[in-house]
């Protein structure tokens, strides 16, 4: 049982408001495994007044990008030291079986504040140009303001190190929000920063609720808000700041294709990187290519060899070193799939494995891997984001149909082409419209390229050096002439 009575604001470990606190349940075992403190809106006043204080009299707006490079590439180390730890806390609290938390909870968070670190010796802080009337013109990229981080529960770390890592780099400060859920690495993270040298101010890490975050979001102190979660939510976020003229990056929600071109190699590789596109922390992925789109000549046999591949997954505890798939985060998840999957029944979709709870398992917020054939691209679970170990299977007739199917979304945020010739299958991805799009292969996000949505999965990109542009505003100094 891990018990944290402090919150970490300003850079310093510091006495709550009051004495509610946050119980964190294991979703494997429905027994609590932590407590730490639920912060109120008083301590997300006093975050937001040191992030102000730093930023308006701090030296940390100041000091040169290498600098603050050095401090973001000591925090990554210091993670590093206690890479074990953090995949161990939040295999206990996400449920990502333990032999995957190192690489998909950890490692990709820890190379993306390498990432940053490399991206700001390079980047284009200052350009000076000729005006048009002969004068000398400087545009400068200068950092935000105070920003206010809200990160999701399913990969929270690498969320978290999306924001904090080009914020950090640009000059920004930041006060992060972890989710109710999924809190307790965000305090090793708090850990990890004092190893680091984040100077006082610099960062707050503040777990609270929906209110907490809307308090966040509407506060004046703040200057932008990057938020990771539900479409719903951001939009809401949106609304909010639109109202006050606040910046905001929103990275939403998606409900991503997978197309499998004619001449694709169906190799038992290939076959296990598609399920793994779908079913990956258990489908609790935004990028998840939980749609596959396959040539009607070369469905049943698509088809069988996903069947095989689906059945053969091991859920249970995810400790446990033979562990594929672990438990959904909450109850409450739980039952939202379980909603899809009678859906996907009641609408006609062919049930080939999976469709309820593990009969074996009598503890744990666990659901069958899931897959249905068959599936109009008008049924509800073939348009709406489930965010579980489901996959979906509908047959196209010729390339134009496969675009059409995957373009036919409310979502833009990932996609996949699979094929024997490269080429052909980057001419398909110019025809996506999604953020990102893989050709042969089912991990589209590349921490060295922007990463984001178009439709409703968002606004604004991360990742990538790109990323640093949502952390600055862009200042013009127009010199005399000469």
Not at 91 to 99: I, Q
Not at 184 to 206: C, D, K, N, R, T
Not at 367 to 372: I, Q
Not at 424 to 444: L, Q
Request: glycine share 10%.
């Amino acid at each position: 049982m891990l018990t944290h009575e402090l919150l970490f604001v300003g850079g310093r470990w510091t006495a709550p408001d009051s004495d509610e606190t946050i119980e964190v349940v294991s979703p494997a075992t429905e027994t609590p495994i932590g407590r730490v403190p639920l912060g109120s809106a008083t301590d997300l006043d006093r975050a937001v007044t040191a992030a102000r204080t730093a930023f308006d009299s701090g030296p940390w707006p100041a000091l040169p990008p290498a600098e603050r490079a050095e401090a973001v590439a000591r925090l990554a180390a210091a993670i590093r030291a206690r890479a074990d730890e953090f995949a161990d806390i939040l295999t206990g609290e996400v449920g990502t079986p333990r032999k995957l938390s190192p690489f998909v909870q950890v490692g990709i968070a820890r190379g993306v504040f390498d990432a940053y670190a490399r991206f700001a010796a390079d980047y284009p802080w200052s350009k000076t140009r000729k005006g048009a009337r002969g004068a000398t013109v400087r545009v400068r990229q200068v950092p935000v303001g105070v920003v206010a981080a809200i990160v999701p529960w399913n990969t929270p770390l690498f969320v978290s190190a999306l924001k904090l890592a080009p914020a950090l780099v640009a000059g920004a400060t930041v006060v992060l929000k972890p989710p109710v859920e999924t809190p307790l690495h965000s305090f090793l993270l708090a850990e990890a920063a004092m190893e680091a040298g984040i100077p006082e101010g610099v960062l707050s890490i503040v777990p609270s609720g929906a209110e907490g975050g809307e308090h966040l979001v509407r506060h004046p102190g703040v200057d932008k808000v990057s938020f990771t979660g539900s479409t719903a939510v951001g939009r809401r976020i949106g609304e909010l700041c639109g109202n006050d003229v606040r910046r905001c990056t929103l990275e939403l929600g998606g409900k991503s294709a997978a197309i499998l071109l004619d001449d694709v190699d169906l190799t038992p590789a290939v076959v296990g990187q598609l399920v793994g596109g779908a079913m990956t922390n258990s489908g609790q992925v935004c990028t998840s290519l939980s749609r596959l789109l396959v040539p009607r000549e070369r469905y049943d046999e698509v088809v069988g060899a996903l069947a095989e591949a689906v059945g053969a997954l091991r859920v249970g505890d995810p400790y446990d070193q033979a562990t594929d798939l672990g438990p959904l985060v909450t109850e409450r998840q739980r039952a939202r799939v379980e909603g899809y999957l009678a859906a996907g029944r009641d609408e006609g979709a062919r049930l080939v494995v999976g469709g309820g709870r593990p009969k074996d398992l009598d503890r744990g917020w666990y659901v069958e891997p899931t897959l249905f054939a068959d599936v109009d691209p008008k049924m509800v679970i073939a348009r709406e984001e489930i965010f579980g170990p489901v996959l979906t299977v509908t047959p196209y007739e010729g390339e134009q149909d496969a675009v059409d199917l995957a373009n036919d979304s409310d979502y833009g945020l990932a996609g996949a082409v699979w094929t024997a010739d490269p080429a052909r299958g980057e001419a398909v991805a110019t025809r996506i419209r999604t953020g990102v799009v893989a050709v042969n292969s089912s991990a589209p996000l590349d921490m060295c390229a922007p990463f984001g949505g178009f439709k409703r999965s968002g606004i604004g990109r991360e990742s990538g050096p790109e990323g640093i542009s949502a952390y600055t505003e862009f200042q013009t100094i127009v010199l005399p002439a000469g």
